[in-house]
């Protein structure tokens, strides 16, 4: 590769004076490894932000690829017989579903004999396949008395073996599905029985031991339910720490202690908000353990001081001009900030607080310390209901042996990826959309 010319390099002004012979040699060398070092530096700098895109196209890729797999999952259709015998219309959710279901599968497959065999074929099918039979019934009672097709969940195995992510051609002894498995599952698709769909249950349902079955929607509304919490507690009050030692509170060593210590706090590493909600909210006040209601006040104490400071940024970039205009026509001090700088500085100030907001979303070390670690199956329905989050869904599930979660694991971090960037675009566009220019 030709070395640039020193045109190229030094530019033209300094190319002519060197031709001139107004430049000596020496000058001229430097001028070239200046711009030589120049050149290099901004290379570098282009290096660096393609490799940071790259290894971020490279980690959404490798989530997305993992995780695309759990937002859809294959059903096997049964020939269920609601026998009378077995439901009672009065009280249908008492009925021996799961008996029904068996006797399905032994009717499709009559050939199989033997108490291990017959537990080997009813694996065929999710736990939760009784429930989607009882479903049914309640949807439809006409059905008690007579024989209807019902697609049901395939097992997380068979799932697995489905979706290709267990290999076929390993000897039996090295995979989960066995070989008779192999043959009654290949008969299935045959006969038509086999189908995919889309994981409704991912959406609607609560966590759950067995994967073909654990469901996100328990963990956003907890997340939701908890970030309700901590905006109502932290919005307020931090707009009016701001608002006070921006506008009101007098300049001494108190107020700048205070300011050092907000600055400190937002530094504070997170679990040490969770050590103190579990010191002070469960072990004195007595507050329920795992609930949205105690993570809200510990993510508030977390996210109180990035409120303040970009409350304190916001206001401060309301131009002087406006306070003296509104205190020149004989509004009061309090008049002249509720009236006129906090309206203009209302833009920022939401932009901070959902950044905040967004921040408390993804924590997950203050939870883990109150209790939101617990194995949660109910969807909760208030504020002091057992719950969890998203960020300790995925904890859990990342932790489970089972190869189905995996995928459900990256379809968690795909879901929470997928509101953090809802929020901040909102953010954006906020700041976009009411910011003003002085």
């Not at 090295?174 to 008969?187: A, C, G, S, T």
Request: hydrophobic letters at 50%; aromatic letters at 8%.
């Amino acid at each position: 590769m030709t070395e640039p010319s020193f045109e190229k390099i030094a530019g033209p002004g300094a190319a002519m004076a060197n031709s001139k012979g107004l430049m000596p040699d020496r000058e001229a060398a430097l001028v070239r490894r200046r711009y030589r070092a120049e050149a290099r530096f901004k290379a570098l700098g282009v290096a660096a932000i393609v490799c940071a895109i790259s290894m971020l196209f490279l980690l959404v890729g490798s989530i997305i690829s993992t995780g695309w797999s759990a937002f859809y999952q294959y059903e096997i259709a049964l020939d269920i017989k609601f026998d009378k015998a077995e439901i009672d219309l009065t009280n249908p959710r008492n009925a021996n579903y799961g008996g029904l279901v068996k006797s399905a599968l032994s009717a499709q497959f009559p050939e199989v004999s033997g108490r291990t065999n017959k537990r080997t074929l009813y694996g065929l099918v999710s736990s939760g396949a009784d429930y989607q039979a009882m479903e049914v019934v309640l949807d439809d009672p006409s059905v008690v008395g007579n024989t209807r097709r019902v697609w049901v969940l395939a097992s997380d195995d068979i799932d697995s073996l489905l979706k290709g992510f267990i290999d076929r051609s390993l000897p039996e002894a090295d995979r989960r599905v066995k070989n008779k498995e192999l043959v009654w599952i290949d008969r299935l698709k045959t006969d038509g029985r086999v189908r995919w769909s889309m994981n409704t249950v991912f959406w609607k349902s609560g966590d759950s031991r067995e994967p073909e079955l654990a469901g996100f929607w328990g963990a956003i509304v907890g997340s939701f339910f908890t970030l309700l919490v901590t905006l109502a507690l932290s919005f307020p009050v931090g707009v009016l720490a701001a608002v006070y030692l921006e506008e009101f509170a007098p300049k001494n060593r108190w107020t700048d202690f205070i300011e050092v210590n907000i600055n400190n706090l937002a530094a504070v590493p997170s679990i040490v908000f969770g050590l103190l909600g579990l010191a002070v909210f469960l072990n004195f006040f007595g507050l329920p353990r795992s609930a949205p209601l105690v993570g809200g006040i510990v993510l508030s104490l977390m996210t109180l001081p990035t409120i303040i400071i970009a409350s304190r940024a916001a206001l401060k970039a309301v131009p002087p001009s406006i306070r003296e205009a509104a205190l020149g026509v004989g509004a009061s001090k309090h008049q002249v900030v509720t009236h006129h700088v906090l309206p203009l500085a209302m833009p920022g100030i939401l932009t901070g607080t959902i950044i905040g907001m967004a921040q408390a979303l993804g924590e997950t070390a203050p939870l883990l310390m109150i209790g939101m670690v617990a194995f949660i199956v109910n969807v909760p329905g208030g504020v002091t209901d057992p719950s969890t989050v998203m960020p300790v869904q995925i904890y859990l599930w990342a932790d489970s042996p089972e190869r189905a979660f995996v995928a459900r694991t990256s379809a968690g971090i795909m879901a929470l990826l997928g509101f953090l960037i809802l929020m901040n675009a909102l953010a954006v566009i906020l700041r976009k959309r009411f910011e003003r220019r002085w």
